[in-house]
């Protein structure tokens, strides 16, 4: 099955940010985890650890303490730590990812009109595997996101309702990431 074929399969996705929050995602039926935290000497043990419960993870790289965001961290990260995936907000990060065929979700803020504008023309010019929307309670601008691209919509931040997944998922997202525990088992 391939990544893509996931998302669809697997509609939420737990967001970790703490320790604590990585062993209740473990142990949840969450398939997909989104990786919001560590350093250089913690990472690859928590991609394993994730790996070892048979889940995906991708790594948010830009929270990752440590690395720089050059093509030589990049592909540390690719070859040495191996995860299913990496999440950024920044187009050259995607872009240098996509050079290493590595998986990549490019991460978009919507404040106002002029962000979305933005992000449309972020997302064309780099070509990210999937789009994570934040925050993921506007339905209306996932609507907007998910008729414009035919990649995975992702929808996340401020999400703590199910009717929060439900409208997400309705207004075209493909999954949701959360970090409220409770979510990770509707």
Not at 151 to 175: F, M, R
């Amino acid at each position: 099955m391939d990544l893509m074929d996931f998302f669809i399969d697997n509609p939420i996705i737990a967001a970790v940010n703490s320790d604590c929050k990585l062993n209740e995602a473990l142990s949840s039926p969450s398939n997909i985890i989104f990786l919001l935290y560590g350093d250089i000497f913690n990472l690859e043990t928590n991609v394993n650890i994730i790996k070892k419960h048979n889940k995906k993870v991708f790594v948010h790289f830009d929270l990752i303490k440590g690395f720089s965001s050059d093509s030589c961290s990049l592909k540390y990260v690719h070859e040495k730590i191996q995860p299913d995936g990496i999440i950024t907000t920044k187009s050259t990060i995607v872009k240098k990812a996509k050079s290493l065929n590595f998986f990549v979700i490019q991460r978009l803020f919507v404040l106002d009109s002029l962000s979305i504008d933005t992000g449309i023309h972020s997302v064309k010019s780099v070509h990210p595997d999937a789009i994570e929307i934040m925050p993921g309670i506007v339905p209306k601008i996932t609507k907007i996101i998910s008729n414009t691209f035919s990649v995975p919509i992702i929808c996340g931040g401020l999400i703590n309702q199910k009717k929060e997944i439900i409208d997400s998922l309705g207004a075209g997202a493909t999954c949701v990431s959360t970090s409220c525990a409770e979510l990770w088992y509707s």
